[in-house]
């Protein structure tokens, strides 16, 4: 209790600082403050229609320190609480309008059926209830375990908003109300800012649009020194762009919704140097090179006055423009070299060695201070309430003597409260040095699980279940959890659960939650009794807990199904049921059986009416799965083939990789969320007959999700083009219907047809690969893609969900075998008197201890590489501790089968396959 106690009274200090009435607590500013729920009701009309507003009630408190008519504290938690009334409505009661939003929201899906979720990502169930469902005696409360909830990356800004236009603002706006939602990056049309600042300080146009990348990849150039991709920028969008953010700043401030500014980081137009020569100005870009590889960049260091005043012009420009909320971005050069400025520091340490115990105070570095302090009255000359958030991904890995000196310098130079780090390791970089906790600085503690807006199923939520509960446990510093995914619209539980951490000091039991997810989530209200279609989905889901959510399948980047695969040496070969080559770890006959039962789910409820959005959406995205991972393996089949010398082999096995990728692109087509047609026709909307037709818009879409690095058309005349791969070849891959046929598909064509053999005699000889046509090949597929702006393609679904993936599901059934039946883990079914004579040990180590042969057994059974186990057990021998000198009670985990031999006392498993072990 006292250490939430603390908690809360740093949320106040916040509060107090910035001037808004606990505004840290209450997720929003003085008009959110105001006592007035009318923007909460106007948001349920918006998302259910104006007849459901009549259902609801709405309060706020009198004070945001009531907590929901238990009491007035000061460290009352924000909370909100729902009640059935005797005129058959819901009164909503809350603190402030993020928990009443959030609190709505909370109604809508556990007692109404009603998803509101990612356009992209699974879509909604937005269908009011025929008969709103009451909430019971005693109704519901509940509290906030932290007071802020985090959603945004600046990434996700280039790879899923970058062609909003308001409407999908508005949608994305109330999205994150109802999710409770109330902080989060307001960096829309930030150039605009920048073009009006360095104009003053003797920049032309042409050098600041030059600067500037092009519309899909403005992330990158404003802190990333990767400048002039795809430049110059039109200056009909900046224009546009500023309009727009006034507008999504009007949406969220209204419902309790904080937009955290962008404040000047440093980086300016590298002509800078030609009207400030003896200024500290380094030049150089992402890699920390000199060229203009990937642009050049000016780096201000923080310590020079020419920073300060840019600052200063940046901020109050802003600010007349925009407002504030107080909270402001700023976090440097952040890619590996020298956070925060690029010449004034030290490289970032290398050590990722967790200190156990350090100097004790930690002694801040009094150069660091420096910049910091430079970079700390670049905003608050002109804000003085300002909060900094900065990102933790520029500090990953500081946990070092060296690291601690830098981050207490920043600790000691901003005043308490007003810098708040935000942690985007899942395994807490608050943990440092025996849980540092960035030194007291209030935390956010977020989740960063994808990178590119990949959108494969991963993500490991046995993870979440630790956030926020450790960190209040350790007595840390945290204010909030959340989300900083790189791209959203994928994996929607995976998010749905992350943003409710903010709510349960103690983690949501993830059998239970999964069990009640598919219930609500394709409108099964009341349970599946008697519903069709209904346990199907919920034995599903928990298939998709046990070998997706339950492990870290896939990273942070997925590449699963997209990847260029050629030249591995491993090989995955139907009819094995193994992990698809080295990039995932999951069951691919329980995943076929997974998406054959959602499929069973959908065809129930058709015969019914039209299936949910959320339905159709699960059944594509798990069928993708599937056919994704047997590209996977296809790929490594010819590659298999190839290292064999086998060219009839390889051509065949490249066949069925062609004819599966068509089908894969197939079945993408029947789901809005699986579409190219939409990215490029919300590209091409924001075209100008000024400065920027549609192609333009285009080029840079199809670009961003294929090449990554947009290649003009005049480089097509350059020979040297065709010779490598661009830069981030894919990293923004998708699965798209579209982008599978004309992107995927050519590449993977090219090396197929550059199979042939040295002695040009059919299917013997030596099967070789030219590599400098296969670059060629390749490059001019790839800009053949992004440059042709002719081909249109569609912006609505087409085929029937179940009826293809019914058929696609029956056509690589064969493709993928049940694994045998596992080893009975028990001493009566072990072999008696066998121990294998070999040393070759599956995880590297010798004998361990374990109760028996069954512990032994399913020891090896959860162990990578495990294919046998022996156990001996010696009556004679006092103690059940397994020692190198008696070998009682040991368990071996062996890698390979060399033979066994006879041993008294042994048992082991000498038959078992490696594929039933795993």
Same mark, same amino acid.
């Given at each position: ?156 800004? *280039? ?164 407002? #504030? ?145 450790? /960190? ?119 995943? /076929? ?151 995927? #598909? ?12 040295? *002695? ?159």
């Amino acid at each position: 209790k006292i250490r939430r106690y603390r908690m809360w009274c740093v949320v106040a200090a916040i509060a107090a600082v910035t001037g808004v009435s606990s505004a840290a607590r209450a997720g929003g500013v003085a008009a959110a403050d105001a006592r007035d729920p009318s923007a909460a009701a106007s948001l349920i009309g918006r998302v259910l229609g104006s007849s459901a507003v009549s259902h609801f009630e709405l309060r706020l408190t009198a004070s945001v320190n009531d907590s929901c008519g238990e009491g007035s504290s000061a460290a009352a938690a924000p909370c909100f609480a729902l009640e059935d009334t005797p005129q058959g409505t819901l009164r909503v009661t809350a603190t402030s309008m993020s928990e009443l939003t959030y609190g709505i929201g909370y109604y809508l899906r556990f007692h109404c059926g009603v998803t509101v979720g990612w356009p992209r990502g699974g879509g909604g169930r937005t269908v009011a209830p025929a008969v709103w469902p009451a909430v019971g005696t005693g109704g519901v409360t509940l509290h906030r375990a932290v007071p802020l909830s985090w959603e945004d990356n600046v990434c996700t800004h *280039s790879y899923s908003y970058a062609w909003y236009d308001a409407e999908a603002w508005r949608q994305h706006v109330d999205w994150m109300a109802l999710a409770g939602i109330n902080r989060f990056y307001a960096v829309t049309g930030q150039e605009e800012i920048q073009y009006k600042a360095f104009r003053k300080f003797n920049l032309t146009d042409l050098q600041i649009r030059s600067f500037f990348n092009g519309p899909a990849f403005l992330t990158w150039s404003r802190g990333q020194s990767m400048q002039s991709v795809g430049s110059p920028l039109p200056r009909s969008w900046m224009q546009a762009q500023w309009s727009l953010q006034k507008e999504i700043l009007a949406m969220a401030r209204p419902l309790g919704i904080v937009g955290v500014l962008p404040a000047f980081q440093g980086n300016m137009p590298p002509e800078i140097k030609w009207s400030y020569p003896n200024a500290n100005i380094s030049v150089g870009n992402w890699d920390g090179k000199a060229d203009d590889a990937d642009g050049v960049c000016a780096w201000v260091a923080g310590t020079d006055p020419l920073f300060g005043q840019v600052a200063d012009e940046w901020m109050q420009i802003m600010i007349a423009d925009w407002g #504030t909320d107080h909270w402001y971005q700023c976090d440097g050069f952040f890619t590996g070299l020298a956070p925060p400025w690029y010449d004034t520091a030290p490289t970032k340490p290398q050590t990722q060695v967790m200190l156990e115990a350090m100097e004790d105070p930690v002694q801040p570095d009094p150069e660091w201070a420096k910049v910091w302090k430079g970079a700390w009255g670049g905003m608050a000359r002109t804000d003085p309430q300002a909060v900094w958030l900065y990102q933790g991904w520029a500090i990953r890995g500081w946990n070092d003597a060296a690291g601690m000196s830098r981050l207490r310098a920043l600790y000691d130079t901003v005043p308490h409260g007003q810098w708040v780090p935000l942690d985007m390791d899942i395994s807490g970089i608050w943990r440092y040095s025996n849980n540092y906790s960035f030194f007291g600085a209030p935390f956010i503690w977020t989740t960063l699980h994808n990178m590119g807006g990949n959108d494969g199923l991963k993500g490991d939520m046995r993870m979440l279940q630790h956030m926020p509960s450790d /960190a209040l446990a350790a007595g840390a510093s945290i204010i909030g959890t959340g989300a900083t995914p790189e791209g959203i619209d994928q994996n929607p539980p995976y998010y749905e659960y992350a943003y409710d951490t903010a709510w349960h000091a103690e983690a949501q039991p993830l059998e239970q939650w999964f069990a009640e997810y598919p219930v609500r989530r394709y409108g099964f209200l009341g349970g599946c009794e008697g519903k069709p279609g209904c346990d199907e989905a919920t034995t599903a889901w928990g298939i998709l807990l046990d070998q997706v959510y339950h492990s870290e399948a896939g990273g942070w980047h997925d590449n699963t199904g997209v990847e260029w695969g050629w030249g591995l040496t491993a090989s995955w070969v139907y009819g094995s049921d193994a992990p698809a080559g080295s990039l995932k770890t999951m069951n691919m006959s329980a995943m /076929a059986q997974a998406w054959s039962l959602l499929v069973s789910t959908a065809a129930a409820l058709e015969k019914s009416g039209p299936i949910p959005e959320t339905l159709n959406y699960d059944v594509v995205n798990v069928g993708r799965e599937v056919l994704a991972q047997l590209t996977s393996a296809a790929v490594l089949n010819v590659t298999r083939a190839v290292g064999d010398n086998d060219l009839a082999a390889a051509t065949k096995a490249g066949g069925v990789l062609v004819e599966l990728l068509d089908d894969l692109d197939t079945l993408l087509g029947c789901d809005t969320a699986f579409l190219l047609g939409p990215w490029i026709a919300d590209a091409r909307a924001w075209a100008n007959a000024s400065d920027a037709p549609a192609e333009y818009y285009e080029w840079q879409a199809r670009s961003q999700v294929s090449t990554w690095w947009p290649v003009p058309e005049s480089a097509t005349k350059d020979p040297a083009t065709f010779t490598s791969m661009p830069r981030l070849d894919t990293y923004a891959n998708k699965h798209w219907n579209g982008l599978i046929k004309d992107f995927y #598909t050519p590449r993977h064509q090219c090396y197929l047809d550059q199979l042939h053999t040295a *002695s040009g005699s059919g299917s013997t000889g030596a099967v070789t690969i030219d590599q400098k046509n296969l670059t060629k090949c390749v490059v001019t597929a790839e800009l053949a893609f992004t440059l042709d702006t002719a081909k249109v393609y569609p912006t609505k679904p087409s085929g029937d969900t179940v009826a293809v993936s019914t058929r696609l599901a029956a056509k690589y059934a064969g493709f993928i075998v049940p694994p045998p039946p596992p080893p009975v883990c028990d001493a009566a079914h072990a072999h008696a008197g066998v121990k294998l004579s070999n040393t070759d040990y599956a995880d590297g180590n010798g004998p361990r201890t374990t109760a028996g042969p069954s512990e032994c057994c399913e020891l090896c059974a959860s162990t990578a590489n495990c294919q046998h186990w022996s156990f001996n057990i010696d009556p004679s021998i006092p103690g059940k501790v397994c020692h190198w000198a008696t070998l009682t009670y040991c368990c071996w985990l062996h890698a390979t089968n060399k033979g066994p031999v006879a041993a008294a006392g042994w048992t082991s498993d000498v038959g078992v396959s490696a594929t039933a072990m795993q």
